[in-house]
């Protein structure tokens, strides 16, 4: 597993993700999925927080701890990580 490979299994680790999809940002770990797009289906997660769901699928685990601190889209993410290395990226 990542974590096991990376010796970091026994820390709570800082969670930032991308969700790709059109959702109704309510804050900044608080996401409701709209609709699917991009030929995605799974019922049951429209309406529904993404981040809450991505909590509860970490909980269930019982072997990681993860802290999710923040939900963006992926334009969103792509910029940051831009202006991450290059300090002019507007």
């Given at each position: ?12 680790i ?7 999809f ?15 797009t ?8 429209e ?11 970490i909980?269930?685990?019982?072997d990681?701890?993860?802290d ?12 940051m990580?831009?202006?991450?290395k290059?300090?002019?990226c507007?």
């Amino acid at each position: 597993m990542f974590m096991s490979q990376r010796k970091v299994i026994q820390y709570r680790i800082p969670l930032g993700f991308t969700f790709s999809f059109p959702c109704k940002q309510e804050g900044l770990t608080s996401a409701r999925l709209t609709q699917w797009t991009k030929g995605f289906k799974c019922s049951g997660v429209e309406g529904e927080d993404v981040v809450q769901l991505l909590r509860e699928a970490i909980d269930k685990r019982h072997d990681i701890d993860v802290d999710v601190m923040a939900v963006v889209n992926d334009t969103t993410g792509t910029l940051m990580s831009c202006a991450l290395k290059n300090r002019e990226c507007r």
